[in-house]
């Protein structure tokens, strides 16, 4: 996948509790492999070049209209791709597959290509020995996780930027 300069992500992000354990799987991947620092996130959405106020308020509304929900680890993968060198694979549950469509309905994108939920651990074009490696000496990630909110990213991959600009709880925290 190409570089982007500038565009926009939407991302679930996870409760305070499981987000402590997920960070710390995170930070033991992202030091043993030596990758660039990000957000701990599952990526719904995207690329976008803009969002419009309207669009952002929707986004806020779904939140508020939906209930924090769970999803299910399916262990660690790994790959040879820079953004899905090392990552959590998630199970692509109703529930994710509703919510692809809820945003979608606000957001025009491709809901037909192949959708790999996952949360990366580390970014970066590491070799197969060294994550095999490090798949012996990391714990066993939670096998239930809570996602409580989304989030709208803004994105300059050529400069490893990440930052979250709106995030919005759903219901039940």
């Known amino acids: 996948m190409d570089k982007l300069r500038e565009a926009f992500w939407i991302w ?7 987000s402590i354990n997920l960070i710390d799987l995170k930070n033991t991947a992202q030091q043993f492999l030596g990758s660039p620092f990000f957000d701990l996130h599952l ?3 995207g690329p976008f070049n803009t969002f419009t106020q309207n669009q952002i308020k929707q986004i806020d509304l779904l939140c508020k209209e939906n209930n924090s929900f ?3 680890s399916k262990g660690y993968k790994y790959k040879n791709q820079f953004y899905e060198s090392f990552y959590i694979s998630i199970e ?18 491709n809901l037909n290509k192949t959708f790999n939920p996952h949360i990366s651990l580390s ?11 490090l798949l012996t000496i990391l714990p066993s990630p939670n096998n239930i ?14 400069e ?14």
């Open 12 to 18: 679930a992000e996870f409760s305070q509790n499981d």
């Open 43 to 45: 990526t719904l959405a």
């Open 70 to 72: 769970k999803v299910e």
């Open 92 to 109: 692509n549950s109703h529930k994710l597959i509703d919510l692809r469509k809820k945003i979608a309905h606000i957001k025009k994108f």
């Open 123 to 133: 970014y970066g074009n590491h070799e197969n020995s060294v994550k095999e490696h």
């Open 145 to 158: 996780l809570n996602v409580d909110k989304l989030s709208i990213v803004h994105v300059n991959e050529y």
């Open 160 to 173: 490893n930027m990440w930052d979250i600009i709106y995030t919005f709880n759903f219901k039940n925290l």
